[in-house]
């Protein structure tokens, strides 16, 4: 052995790899229904049916994220978006705080998070004495 690496005898064979297609782009993935790998053409975009990526977020990590780092807009946002996926993504989401004082969470902290989500325009809240926040999602973050 020499020592040097011989490029013309060693060559990787990527063209049935169907994670590759010279571009660093997926050319099939998996179906785990079907059980077998299927042409990405057949799923426009690279979303699934079900929604894009960001739709299949870490739910409960990013409720450790949250609780770990002390932020309750972040546990507001991971709890909205879980719940307003829920529901289709229509109708208002109720968001007590029962929840969120599970996570170290009190009702002034939630309400600031809210407070802050609704001067960006992002949601309106129906807040109502004695009962659980309503809200309504306007733009879809």
């Not at 660093?24 to 057949?42: A, N, T």
């Not at 979303?47 to 977020?57: L, M």
């Not at 109708?91 to 001067?119: Q, S």
């Amino acid at each position: 052995m020499t020592g040097k690496f011989d490029t013309k005898r060693f060559k990787f064979d990527l063209s049935s790899d169907p994670w590759n297609d010279g571009l660093g782009k997926p050319k099939e993935v998996w179906d785990k229904k079907l059980q077998r790998y299927v042409p990405i053409d057949l799923i426009s975009n690279g979303s699934s049916r079900k929604g894009q990526w960001w739709d299949k977020a870490d739910y409960e990590g990013s409720l450790e994220l949250a609780k770990a780092t002390g932020d309750a807009l972040l546990a507001v946002l991971t709890i909205l978006r879980h719940r307003w996926q829920q529901r289709g993504r229509s109708g208002p989401v109720v968001l007590g705080n029962v929840a969120l004082k599970k996570l170290g969470f009190n009702r002034w902290a939630k309400d600031r998070a809210l407070r802050r989500l609704e001067e960006t325009g992002f949601i309106r809240v129906a807040r109502k004495g004695g009962s659980s926040s309503k809200i309504t999602v306007l733009r879809e973050f």
